[in-house]
């Protein structure tokens, strides 16, 4: 048996909150959204530190490079932000891409990080210099969200053209066109074990792909709107789902049998608007949500025997 207590809700944004991100540093984590500001929170306190810094234009997404001490944010007008957490400044702004950038994502091992953006491109930049590598063509429109399966071999990029394309990492090859979704891919994530990529679409579906042949094994119609968001638990077999019909879901990861929803129908003290984020914190594996509302909230997750 699941229990759920929401834990916290803390507000000070005053527009949507798009994007949510563990920092390196345990017990601290980032929000940002249609605001001036990517903004400083601690999970320990529940309670907000500061603003971070300014911002030009909305942040879609956020990344912490879990190799370097860095927060890189990207905004709608493309550019993106690099924070250097030793300096407590802006040590760099990515000039390239000239539509919003929607995911960021590192491979340690290649000292790289790339972006996504509405152009459909995927641009590649050396995390040392911040000198740009590369950049390729992998949709004619938006490629929305980025992962990277653990051994940091293969990348997954989710596209408004409603493809799933996957890549070697060693040489950005194309390997796999997986089309199985009707509506633009909203969320995506490979399993910590490597052996299933999850996506999520508009069409609310979520669908379980084996990474052996990235054949299809199951397609689950998980939510009534768009799922924005896919969480896999740092050490237990359950994922956790978000998505624009305000709820939030927990799933197990061996028959992706759904195991909690949590929303306001369901008593709970949930968004009221579309939830576009989820993370679960390091320290008590607590799950941050954030929303259109304006609002984030922290969930105690007990798992029962």
């Known amino acids: 048996m699941i229990q759920i207590q929401n834990t916290a809700t803390l507000s000070g944004h005053q527009n949507p909150i798009y994007t949510v991100e563990n920092s390196q540093k345990k017990g601290i ?20 530190i500061k ?4 911002v030009i234009s909305s942040v879609y997404s956020l990344h912490s490079p879990i ?8 905004e709608r007008n493309g ?24 995911d960021i994502k590192s491979v340690a ?48 990029f989710g596209c408004k053209d409603h493809t799933i394309r996957v890549y070697d990492l060693k040489d950005y090859s194309l390997l796999y066109v997986l ?22 679409s508009r069409d609310a579906q979520l669908k379980v792909w084996s990474t052996v042949d990235y054949s299809l094994i199951q397609s689950i119609p998980a939510h009534l709107f768009a799922i924005y968001s ?11 789902t978000a998505s624009r019909d305000k709820s939030i879901k927990i799933w197990d990861t061996e028959n992706f049998d759904l195991k909690k929803t949590i929303s306001i129908e369901k ?33 105690k997750v007990e798992f029962g025997r």
């Open 230 to 240: 896919i969480a896999f638990h740092p050490t237990l077999p359950y994922l956790a």
């Open 179 to 200: 089309d199985q979704h009707t509506l633009p891919l909203s969320s995506l994530q490979f399993s910590p074990d490597g052996k299933q990529l999850i996506s999520g």
């Open 79 to 102: 550019q993106v932000d690099v924070f250097n957490f030793e300096e407590q400044r802006i040590s760099t702004v990515l000039h390239f891409h000239k539509l919003p950038v929607f």
């Open 109 to 156: 091992s290649k000292n790289e990080v790339l972006l996504s953006s509405e152009d459909g491109s995927v641009s590649v930049w050396d995390l040392t210099d911040f000198k740009m590598l590369y950049s390729f063509k992998v949709a004619d429109a938006a490629v929305r969200v980025i992962t990277i399966s653990q051994d940091e071999k293969t990348v997954a």
């Open 29 to 48: 984590f980032f929000t940002a959204g249609n605001d001036k500001g990517v903004v400083e929170w601690s999970s320990e306190t529940l309670g907000f």
């Open 267 to 299: 008593g709970y003290d949930c968004h009221h608007l579309s939830i576009n984020k989820i993370i679960w914190e390091p320290i008590n594996n607590q799950l941050i949500s954030v929303s259109d509302d304006k609002l984030l909230k922290i969930w």
């Open 67 to 74: 190799s370097v001490p860095l927060l890189l944010a990207g």
């Open 51 to 54: 603003v971070l810094f300014p």
